[in-house]
């Protein structure tokens, strides 16, 4: 195993919205001192997401923390994801993943269109697995000012709000919340 602080970015994207979080996130963690690792689940055909390599059982008892990303799919993450986590019976009972900080995003078409649900949801896993959820605190100010995504509950973005592109709050939050993870993740002593 490296020296270095390792966070795993698991997330999945079909037309790039969530993979431009996980790349904010990313940065952030970089940021911070540590080494952002980008993985995915199975990704279907001209998926945004299979720019990464796909997940495996080691990068969870390889990372140091750990921040899931999902598109709101019916309040809900992605199937494929939750999918990942009901093939993890070995890790959860070893508890890999024990004592880590984790966190979460997620990317919708509409504002109300149940992001916190799908952030809370994708939150539940890991508080199985044993981990530390991390959230964004209102003393970010972007928190305040963000007319489209952010939450205290995780990085976001609205398509309808923001469009195509996240904007710069939104961004900026991301960025906050990985380095976040990473910090906390060294606070550790990880
Ligand atoms: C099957 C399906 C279900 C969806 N459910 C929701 C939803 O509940 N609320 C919402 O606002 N958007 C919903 N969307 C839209 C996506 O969440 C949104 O376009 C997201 O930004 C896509 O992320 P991506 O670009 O990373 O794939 C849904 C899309 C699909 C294909």
């Known amino acids: 195993m490296s020296d270095t602080t390792r966070i795993l970015v698991l997330y999945y994207s079909r037309n790039g919205a969530t993979q431009q979080l996980a790349d904010a996130i990313s940065a952030g963690i970089t940021k911070a001192g540590a080494e952002a690792v980008l993985r995915t689940v199975d990704c279907d055909e001209n998926a945004a997401c299979r720019r990464d390599l796909i997940v495996d059982k080691d990068d969870l008892e390889q990372c140091d923390g750990l921040i899931m990303g999902s598109p709101t799919r019916f309040g809900h993450m992605y199937s494929g ?40 949801s994708m939150a539940v896993p890991l508080l199985h697995q044993g981990m530390m959820i991390v959230g964004i605190p209102y003393t970010a100010a972007e928190l305040q000012q963000t007319d489209a995504g952010g939450s205290p509950y995780g990085a976001s973005h609205v398509e309808h709000a923001a469009g195509s592109t996240i904007n710069q709050y939104e ?12 910090r906390t993740a060294i606070q550790l002593g990880r």
């Open 81 to 120: 994801l939750q999918k990942f986590w009901e093939q993890t019976s070995k890790e959860w009972l070893k508890g890999v993943l024990v004592d880590k900080p984790a966190a979460v995003f997620t990317s919708s078409s509409s504002m109300h269109g149940g992001q916190e649900s799908t952030l809370l």
């Open 171 to 182: 961004n900026k939050l991301a960025e906050q919340l990985g380095e976040r993870v990473a």
